[in-house]
């Protein structure tokens, strides 16, 4: 079970980093690299066509402005992907990138998080993992459990 997390720029790497730590807590390994979709296109081929066939589970691609790096990946792999939308120096607040992500055709699904929503895409990547691995549905279960317990604790503050 291995996630790769991609994304366009180095730039987009301060968002991206949310995913690879919450992979890394979950105690998933990771494979991370920079794809450009528009600078890069044999390597993003390359990687697309053969990522399952080097033990990627499920794929997280992170990109901003014309964001296409997820969807092209999504057209070439049989794998699940996740789309990060990521706001970034020429982008439109971002709208660019979400629409680029979200608005897919039928039959080349790219599931897409919020803008900026990497460690959300890692939460949900680790969740495809566990729904057959019991060791990282379990690692999920406690990981929910704290966030009940943290906004528990926080009401009981509250309320003193």
Do not use: C
């Not at 680029?100 to 055709?105: E, F, G, R, V």
């Amino acid at each position: 079970m291995k996630v790769a997390v991609i994304m366009g720029s180095i730039s987009d790497m301060p968002v991206m980093q949310e995913a690879i730590d919450i992979l890394k807590a979950f105690d998933i390994e990771t494979e991370v690299d920079i794809v450009s979709a528009h600078r890069t296109p044999e390597k993003l081929f390359d990687f697309s066509k053969n990522a399952h066939h080097r033990g990627i589970t499920v794929i997280i691609a992170g990109a901003g402005g014309a964001a296409h790096l997820p969807g092209m990946v999504a057209s070439m792999s049989p794998l699940p992907v996740i789309g990060v939308p990521v706001k970034s120096s020429n982008s439109i607040d971002g709208w660019d990138s979400i629409l680029s992500i979200l608005q897919m055709p039928g039959g080349v699904p790219v599931a897409t998080v919020a803008l900026n929503g990497a460690k959300n895409a890692g939460i949900l990547a680790a969740q495809i993992i566990g729904s057959h691995n019991k060791s990282v549905l379990d690692r999920i279960i406690l990981y929910k459990t704290g966030l009940k317990e943290a906004v528990n604790i926080a009401s009981e503050t509250l309320h003193k």
